[in-house]
């Protein structure tokens, strides 16, 4: 089964809605000043706001079998900025014990690795 | 600055139980986070599931707020895993602990594991383990 990836436009807005629904006010997603002092010299996305987008993308595929028995393993392996464009994309592998398996990431607008990891949810339903 | 009043996480020892808390994954909360992260997909309301992330999200949330948290706190990997389904609307019962601690170059290194059951279920709902790396022994 091919998969059509998710596309976002992340903007500071954005991160601050998420900060506000989540009750992640971390200075690191929010607070230009203290994030401008920080290694990475300004403001980074939320890891679950960027991770939400291979969610949205496995329940665009799999459906209801997402919601009721998915399996998510992700690592977050660099930041993401809150005015990056990112794109998530799945996978098909192998099945598995009767779970559809994906291996999926999520890169930017340069084409940097965001996220990697592996998705599963229940074959059939 | 005044001295914290929760335990910072990453002075906690691997094997600590975080008291359980007991919350309603609300509609309005669901719809503020689905438009948070901008998913029109209706298949979250219609069927009355909340979406896995969300719920991992509020999970982690409620656990987090039981503790200070470094501000250079890092998230560094996220399982999740459903099991059945958290229904919007449902009370829920979170309990976490952490699973895992370890130091390296002044850092600490700590997985949360957590879990989440609706009210009258047999058995977890949802099950989360989220990763962060944090300076090890500094106030917030």
Redesign the interface.
Known sequence: MSVAPVVKQLSPEQVGRYAAASGDHNPIHVDEEFARATPFGGTIAHGMLVLAAISELMAETCGEAWLTGGRLRVRFRAPCRTTDTITASAKPQVDRDGMCVYAVEVRNQAGELLISGTVEAPAGA | MAAPSRALLTDLPKGHEFPPVTFTLTPE?VL??L?????G?A??LE?G?????CA???G??KL??LVE?P???????????????VPIGAAVTLTGRIAQRAERAGMAICALDFELTPAGAGGPALTGRATVLAPAGLAT
């Open positions: 909360y503020r986070y438009d948070a992260v901008e998913d997909n298949i979250y069927r599931l909340a979406p896995p992330l991992a999200a509020s982690l949330g987090l707020d948290l501000a250079a706190t890092l998230h560094t990997g996220q399982e999740v895993e459903v099991r059945g389904g």
